[in-house]
């Protein structure tokens, strides 16, 4: 999906602004409240009243069920399409010039360790994870927003292909309280069920993986060039050397063949997110990750995160 800017002369907000104002239209000709509404989305009722006001980012598939709930005829889904979500956004110098390739991309192969890469973060994750470095609400604010403009190219059904192996780590390491790492390990396998995306899981059982020493993308831009994209304290390093992009592609390719199949790891996902329940929510239904999930009571025969298969036994 092409990058979608706002006029210049068109006041911030705005475009969010009319979805929600059609929005409100179609949910009160329905005769629902918001609190109606979100429970058949289901959703908070603060979400749909956000989205309303223009004040939150709401994802294709909220729009799409509205589009089912109120008989609009796809009214919603086509807007939001062509929403510019976030006109005028900054970001840092050194990550401007990553942004811009994102939204060129054609296909990202990601490593990830510690935590959740940006594009598959909550927000509730991210205002957590910035306020851990500044606690001042504009700079939170600034950065949420600004990583926040980097998902919906991703999200729309024809966005580009995202594939993401992720260290068990990034789903152990505790950011914000259990009820921010239960909806972002619910985020992951909303994810991993798009036709677009997969997520892969490394878990920490297996030794054998040959794990690179720092999370990495492989950039695929329409023109076919391929970049190397890595990230360090305060910067991010790009290169476009063969010899790196052969290495480091097979790195990535073996890495992945090495890690938990997409049933292997939602089964994992869904392991970690139940360890943060007990805080007054129910647990989710199963999605749909393109096979069926183990139940819990299957689970109990994975050992070191794989699934076990009976091994025959030699006769006497």
């Not at 509205?66 to 086509?78: A, F, N, S």
């Amino acid at each position: 999906m092409a990058q979608r800017n706002a006029p210049a002369d068109t006041a911030p907000g705005s475009s969010a602004e009319l979805f929600g104002e059609v929005l409100k239209h179609y949910r009160e000709a329905a005769g629902l409240t918001q609190a109606a509404l979100a429970r058949q989305i289901p959703c908070d009722r603060s979400h749909v009243a956000r989205v309303e006001a223009g004040t939150r980012v709401p994802q294709d598939r909220f729009a799409a069920r509205c589009d089912e709930l109120l008989r609009t005829g796809g009214v919603l889904t086509r807007m939001w399409a062509k929403v510019d979500w976030y006109p005028n956004v900054e970001h840092p110098d050194w990550f401007k010039r990553r942004v811009q390739m994102e939204a060129q991309a054609i296909a990202l192969r990601m490593y990830q360790t510690s935590v959740v890469p940006g594009l598959l973060q909550t927000e509730a994750y991210m205002r957590a994870l910035f306020s851990r470095h500044d606690s001042s609400p504009a700079w939170v604010e600034e950065r949420v927003k600004a990583r926040l403009s980097r998902q919906p190219r991703f999200f729309a059904p024809d966005g580009p292909l995202l594939i993401t192996v992720l260290d068990e780590s990034c789903l152990r390491t505790a950011v914000g309280d259990p009820s921010v790492m239960r909806a972002q390990c619910a985020h992951l396998l909303d994810a991993a069920a798009r036709p677009n995306m997969r997520v892969q899981i490394a878990p920490f059982a297996d030794r054998n993986i040959d794990r690179p020493n720092t999370s990495m993308t492989l950039i695929k831009l329409p023109d076919g060039q391929e970049w190397l994209y890595s990230e360090s304290l305060l910067r991010g390093s790009f290169s476009k050397d063969p010899n790196l992009l052969e290495r480091f592609g097979r790195t990535y390719d073996v890495l992945r063949a090495d890690a938990l199949s997409a049933r292997e790891s939602a089964a994992l996902i869904r392991d970690a997110m139940e360890g943060y329940e007990g805080h007054g929510h129910p647990a989710p239904e199963p999605d749909d990750v393109g096979e069926e999930q183990p139940q819990r009571n299957k689970r109990r025969r994975l050992r070191g995160n794989r699934v076990r298969c009976p091994r025959p036994r030699p006769r006497p």
